[in-house]
């Protein structure tokens, strides 16, 4: 992580412009002021071919004056198996991450949708090779982000050249940002031609994911997504959404392979992911998917999740951290960095 000496010029040519960045980051058990969470620069580049890294969400209930972090335990888990993969050695507990986060969002005093960012690498490397002996670095940051729930905006999506990774070139299940270079080519690419979104087959033309999003179709009343086995990502909001359907929705589930000529004559397709979150997808290469619209299942679906990750919902509870219920706002020194 580069200091943010680059926001600080913009800052002092336009000094009544709002900081770009949060007061404070946390890096390696402590919360440190911005400013001072630096690395040297001949440790990038070949430190990040192995980084790996979590997208994760923490929603603002305004009535409540609370602000709940989505399945902190699940996405710190699955952190925690992504360096496990790549040979790294945490020195903290994914229990102790889920903390670092609460403890972050206070100092910041978010209050308002945000996403939390964890970021581990290894931080001895400035050349390539295995890296084990390497101290694993981990950076958590904090940022606004406005949800697209309730929007009812619907997308255009397209079938894309560029193949998915399989699990013995680059595996999907894990979060590793040389990975996602895959899914970036695919995102150039459609949005050059004019989509919002990409869908990637793997190697046996079979659909597999979006560039950083899960895919579902509807078809019959069932709610249908790739097998974890087809090259996606082991997703944390597609095991949420597949239980949704089928507890509260009454709406039958299944994971196997998808053809793509599916995608043309499904009945609803839609993303589902950390940053989708459940986005109607309107069509399909041109083909309009049900009325163009957003679908009667979807609309139910994104309603549902809607309501259930900020609080709003009785159920579920066990998805949601609340970051400030039992908890005394803490005013951080910058002089002091607080330990985990």
């Not at 926001?7 to 001072?36: A, F």
């Not at 198996?81 to 005093?109: D, G, H, I, K, Y």
């Not at 050249?161 to 040389?178: A, F, Y």
């Amino acid at each position: 992580m580069v200091s943010g000496s680059s926001g600080n010029t913009v800052d002092s040519v336009r000094p009544n412009r709002p900081p770009q960045h949060p007061r404070y980051l946390w890096m390696d058990g402590e919360v440190v002021p911005w400013e001072q969470a630096t690395v040297h620069a001949s440790t990038l580049g070949w430190s990040t071919m192995g980084a790996v890294f979590e997208g994760i969400k923490a929603y603002w209930n305004d009535a409540e004056g609370e602000l709940y972090g989505w399945q902190f335990a699940e996405h710190y888990a699955r952190f925690a198996m992504s360096m496990r993969l790549q040979r790294m050695r945490p020195q903290f507990t994914p229990e102790q991450l889920v903390e670092a986060s609460c403890e972050l969002l206070r100092a910041n005093e978010c209050r308002g949708d945000t996403y939390v960012r964890p970021l581990a690498w290894h931080a001895d490397a400035t050349w390539f090779g295995h890296l084990e002996d390497s101290r694993t670095g981990i950076v958590i940051t904090t940022a606004p982000f406005t949800s697209i729930l309730g929007t009812g905006k619907a997308i255009r999506a397209c079938v894309s050249s560029w193949t998915r990774v399989g699990d013995n070139q680059l595996s999907p299940r894990v979060k590793c940002i040389s990975n996602y270079q895959n899914s970036r080519m695919a995102l150039l690419e459609a949005t050059l031609d004019g989509y919002d979104q990409p869908i990637l087959l793997n190697s046996q033309g079979k659909v597999t994911e979006g560039p950083a999003s899960c895919v579902f179709i509807v078809r019959d009343g069932m709610a249908i997504t790739p097998s974890l086995t087809s090259g996606v990502l082991e997703s944390i909001t597609r095991t949420a959404i597949l239980r949704l359907c089928r507890e509260e929705l009454g709406v039958p589930t299944q994971e196997r392979e998808i053809d793509r000529t599916e995608l043309y004559v499904a009945d609803e397709v839609f993303y589902c992911g950390t940053g989708a979150e459940v986005t109607p997808v309107a069509s399909v290469d041109h083909y309009s998917i049900g009325n163009g619209g957003v679908g009667p299942i979807t609309e139910r679906l994104e309603r549902l999740f809607h309501q259930v990750v900020r609080g709003r919902y009785p159920g579920y509870a066990f998805w949601r951290t609340p970051i400030y219920a039992g908890r005394r706002d803490r005013r951080y020194d910058a002089a002091i960095p607080v330990t985990v």
